[in-house]
């Protein structure tokens, strides 16, 4: 891989990242963005830190909201950024899942709506997974990787909230969810590539390596000579 990401001098986010702006809210499938900007999404389970995490990527303290009260994000925000006041790209803030004092419709509208997200969004670039180091990947996460196999787009999972554990618990934590990833990807046809980081938006632990793998989708490769136009 030879893009080297853009990196300001000191900072350990990148410039990409740190020109996030919020675009739009969607409650809905037809009201994302249809532009063809590539997209990541962030998912996970309720509280595991997404907003958190892109806050913390983007150099932003409230950029996505970030709340003590689960479930808060119900809708799929979006940020654009780009490179010189040029949009390139998109983050997408998905709601969360597994919140339990959500009412039963609410929670089957929502799995619906990032069921379509993920299957039919045909400018998703890539999908970076939260969840808690302390847990893992939970029952709901590999149901979510399962909706996001046919689509064939590469996974990034944060580990993150490490900050929470030791070193050698942080070790294990990664081991455990790679072997449980090399386990199950035949049985869920994960085609695309998976790879697994810890990640601390307090400590800020893991944000150049999550950055890079947030560029490299969105940035497209530098080509070894300008196409000329046919
Ligand atoms: N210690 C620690 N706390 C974190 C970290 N990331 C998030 N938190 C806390 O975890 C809680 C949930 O974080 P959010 O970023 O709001 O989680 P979310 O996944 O966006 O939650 P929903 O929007 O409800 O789906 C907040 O109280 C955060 O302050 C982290 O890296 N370390
Ligand atoms: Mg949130």
Redesign the pocket.
Known sequence: MTHTGNYSKQADTSVLLQSARFCTTAATFAQLPSDALPEVAFV??????????INVLCGQRRL?F???T????QHINLFDVGLGGVALGRLA?L??YG?AAVPMETKQRWQRFIAQYLTQREQLAGLVL?ADSRLGLTELDWTLLGYAAPAARPVHVLL?????LTQAQRAASARKVRDALQQRAAALRLLAPVSVQL?????RLGLVEASRTIEEWLLPPAADAPADEA
């Open positions: 996970g389970r309720s509280n595991a830190g997404k907003s958190s995490a996505a970030a709340s003590k689960p479930g808060r994000t803030d709601p969360g919140f939260i993150t909230k490490a900050d929470k990640f601390s938006s307090t400590q």
